[in-house]
């Protein structure tokens, strides 16, 4: 069974930093891509960065040079990582944050919050 769960997201002052974790347990063979998507109030899912099976980026034009995705790969598939710095955060930024994993399937966290608020 793939699990993934998010963590790092919270409270922030405009201009603050923060850094979103997600680890990915389970057997998962062959990651395609990893990637987070936002969700800000009253707005639809979008793509946030993405991360490629080769270390290939892209990120939205509304984050780049603020945000980094990076990622870890397990030696076993039991356990893979991908992460998200966000520096020089603006309220704009505020959304549920989601982590996701294609590896043939569409694998999907459940969600942290970020708030970006003075």
């Known amino acids: 069974q793939v699990q993934l769960v998010e963590s790092g997201g919270g409270l922030v002052q405009p201009g603050g930093s923060l850094r979103l974790s997600c680890v990915v347990s389970?057997?998962?063979?062959?990651?395609?891509?990893m990637a987070w998507y936002r969700q800000p109030p009253g707005k639809e899912r979008e793509l946030v960065a993405q991360?490629?099976?080769?270390?290939?980026?892209?990120?939205?034009?509304s984050v780049k040079g603020r945000f980094t995705i990076s990622r870890d790969i397990a030696r076993t598939p039991l356990k893979n990582a991908v992460y998200l710095q966000m520096n020089s955060l603006k309220p704009e930024d505020t959304a549920v944050y989601y982590c996701?994993?294609?590896?043939?399937?569409?694998?999907w966290g459940q969600g942290t919050q970020v708030v970006v608020s003075s």
């Open positions: 389970g057997s998962i063979f062959s990651i395609n891509a």
């Open positions: 996701n994993v294609v590896a043939g399937h569409s694998y």
């Open positions: 991360i490629t099976g080769i270390g290939e980026t892209n990120y939205a034009d």
